[in-house]
C-alpha cells in the first residue's frame, strides 16, 4: 500500500493500491504526527508541562481505559488482559485514580471542568457495579462531571446486565456504545468475539429500557468469513434496532492480532479478509441502506438517527484540538498541543505510578503547523471541512496552503468546494484515511505502519 520512500505521497500515488487485498499494518489514522515520532526521551517534560498555569478556556475532556477484557478477539490490536482477577482490577482502579489525582491537582488542570469523559478499552463494562459506583465516585470528587456534556461508554454485549445498566444510566453515562461487530452466531465465533448472537439483543432491549439518551452500535466490515449476503443482514438487523448512531470500521489487520499471527505461521502476505474495495463497498450498502431509513452519515463511519439530537463530543471536541487527560495504561493524552501516552505494561504502569511517577512512555510536543495539519486531517473525517475556522484559527486557508492537494482532489470528482466548505464525495469519505496521508509534513510521510 506504499510508494517508494523517497517520493511525496501524492494523492494519485495513494489512490493507486487503495482497491488490494488487505496486508497487515495500520490503515487508520488516530492521530497526527504519526506515533512513530513521539519519542521516550520527550516524556520527562509532561510533569513540567502540566506545572504551567492553566488555559482555561480549551474545553477539557477526560479517559480512563478499561484493559480487561472476557476474552481477546482475533482481530485486536489493543493490550488487554482476560486473566486479572477482582484484587489484580482493584489495584489497577486504585492507580488509575492516583494517576488523575496528579492531573486534578496540578495548576494546568486543577480548577477546570471536564466537558466530556470516554470510558474505554479493553472492556469498560467489564467492571462490576460496585467497581463501576466506587471508580465513577471518585472520579467525580477528582474532577466534578456537573458541567459534563457526554459521559461515552464502550460495552461488550455479552457483559451487561440489567442491574449494571441501571447502574451505567444513575452514574451519568449520556452515550452507550454496542460492540456488535456483527450479528452471526458463526463469524462472532471464528472471530474470537467474547459475546453471542442472543446477548446483542438482550443487551440492546435493556439499554433502551433504561433510556440512555444516545446507544451506538458498532459494526466491522470484512470480519473473517464474512460474506455479501451475511452483511446485508447485518444491516438490516441494524435498521431494525434504530439505534441512535451506527459506527462501522473496515477491517485492519495490525501486526499485533492473533490473525497476523497466524498468516505469519502460514507464510501468507494477504490477510484472509476481503479486499480494501470490498469493505468500501460493504460500507457504502451500509450507509445507502441507513440513509433510506433515515439517518444521515456524519463521518466516514458514522450514521445517526437525528444529527440535531445525536452530538458525539468526544469525537467532535477533540478533533478541534480540545485537551484529554488520558488516565490508565497505554492511554492517550493531549494537553497544551503535546501528545502523550502511557506505559502500555500493566504491571510497569502500576508500580510507576504507585512509587508516584507519572507513567508516561512516550511524547511529542506539536508545532502550529502540525495542530493545523492535525485538526484538518481529523476533520476531513467528517466529510466537510469550514475553511472559516482554519482561518480564525490558524490564519491560512487550507484550500491555497494545500492547493495541489486539493485541486487533485477536486479533478478526481473527490471533493468539491461549496461556499465555505470543503466536501469530500462519499467515495473520497469511504477512503479518507488512505487520502490523508498526502495532507501530512514530507517527514511524517511513509510512517503509516509504526
Ligand atoms: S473486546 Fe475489543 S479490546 Fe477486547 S479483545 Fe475484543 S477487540 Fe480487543
Same mark, same amino acid.
Given at each position: 500500500?506504499? &510508494? ?16 488490494d487485498?488487505?496486508? @497487515?499494518?495500520?490503515y ?5 504526527? =504519526? ?18 498555569? &492553566? ?16 476474552k ?26 492516583? #494517576?488523575?489525582?496528579?492531573y486534578?491537582?496540578?495548576? !494546568? ?6 466537558? !466530556? ?6 472492556? =469498560? ?20 462531571? %456537573?458541567?459534563?456534556? #457526554?459521559?461515552?461508554?464502550? @460495552? ?5 446486565t ?17 460492540? $456488535?461487530?456483527?450479528?452471526?452466531a458463526?463469524?462472532? #465465533? ?5 459475546h ?10 435493556? +439499554?433502551?429500557?433504561?433510556?440512555? =439518551? ?14 455479501? #449476503? ?53 460500507? %457504502? ?62 504491571g510497569?504502569?502500576?508500580?510507576? $505510578? ?12 506539536t ?20 475553511? +472559516? ?7 491560512? %486557508? ?21 461556499? %465555505? ?5 462519499? +467515495? ?9 496521508? @498526502? ?12
Open positions: 500500500m506504499s &510508494s517508494s520512500p523517497e517520493a511525496p505521497e501524492t494523492i494519485e500515488r495513494l489512490l493507486d493500491h487503495d482497491d487485498e488487505t496486508t @497487515a499494518g495500520n487508520f489514522v488516530a492521530n497526527y504526527p =504519526p506515533f512513530h515520532f513521539w519519542s521516550a526521551g520527550n516524556a520527562k517534560y509532561v510533569g513540567e508541562l502540566i506545572s504551567k498555569p &492553566s488555559p482555561k478556556e480549551t474545553p477539557l475532556g477526560v479517559y480512563f481505559h478499561i484493559p480487561f477484557c472476557r481477546r478477539c482475533h482481530f485486536c490490536y489493543f493490550r488487554v488482559y482476560t486473566d486479572k482477577n477482582a484484587g489484580e482490577i482493584a489495584r489497577y482502579l486504585d492507580a488509575g485514580m492516583k #494517576e488523575l489525582e496528579v486534578a491537582r496540578s495548576p !494546568f488542570i486543577n480548577g477546570r471542568k471536564p466537558r !466530556f469523559i470516554y470510558f474505554g478499552g479493553g472492556t =469498560p463494562s467489564y467492571l462490576s457495579v460496585n467497581q463501576l459506583r466506587s471508580v465513577t465516585d471518585r472520579m467525580k470528587e477528582l474532577l466534578p462531571w %456537573d458541567e459534563a456534556e #457526554e459521559v461515552a461508554f464502550e @460495552a461488550e454485549p455479552g457483559t451487561l440489567e442491574q449494571k445498566l441501571t447502574a451505567l444510566k444513575e452514574i451519568g453515562v449520556t452515550r452507550l456504545s454496542l460492540g $456488535v461487530e456483527n450479528f452471526d458463526h463469524i462472532l #465465533e471464528i472471530n474470537g468475539r467474547a453471542r448472537r442472543d446477548e446483542i439483543f438482550r443487551a440492546y432491549n435493556f +439499554a433502551r429500557s433504561v433510556g440512555f =439518551p444516545q446507544i451506538n452500535i458498532d459494526l466491522i466490515a470484512g470480519m473473517l468469513e464474512e460474506t455479501d #449476503e451475511n452483511w446485508r443482514e447485518n444491516v438490516r438487523q441494524t435498521v431494525e434496532l434504530q439505534p441512535d448512531s451506527v459506527t462501522i470500521y473496515q477491517m485492519e489487520v495490525p501486526y499485533n492480532t492473533g490473525i497476523y499471527k497466524t498468516m505469519k505461521t502460514e507464510g501468507k502476505l494477504a490477510a484472509p479478509v476481503a479486499t480494501w474495495k470490498h469493505k468500501r463497498a460493504w460500507v %457504502d450498502e451500509a450507509f445507502a441502506e441507513l440513509e433510506k431509513a433515515g439517518y444521515t452519515v456524519t463521518s466516514g463511519y458514522t450514521a445517526v438517527r437525528d444529527p440535531q439530537k445525536t452530538k458525539f463530543l468526544y469525537r467532535d471536541e477533540l478533533w478541534k484540538g480540545a485537551d484529554l487527560v488520558g488516565a490508565g495504561v497505554s492511554s492517550f493524552s493531549h494537553i497544551g498541543g503535546v501528545h502523550f501516552q502511557n506505559l502500555a505494561d500493566i510497569e504502569y502500576i508500580e510507576t $505510578v504507585e512509587r508516584g511517577e507519572m507513567p508516561v512512555s512516550r511524547a511529542m510536543a508545532t502550529p503547523e502540525e495542530r493545523m495539519i492535525r485538526e484538518l486531517i481529523l476533520q476531513f473525517k467528517l466529510g466537510r471541512v469550514g475553511r +472559516a475556522y482554519f482561518r480564525e484559527k490558524f490564519g491560512l %486557508d487550507p484550500v491555497e496552503r494545500f492547493s495541489q492537494q486539493i485541486d487533485d482532489m477536486q479533478r478526481r470528482g473527490l471533493a468539491t468546494l461549496e461556499g %465555505d466548505w470543503i466536501v469530500l464525495s462519499r +467515495a473520497a469519505l469511504l477512503k479518507v484515511d488512505t487520502l490523508l496521508h @498526502a495532507f501530512f509534513l514530507p517527514e511524517h510521510q511513509h510512517a503509516r505502519y509504526t
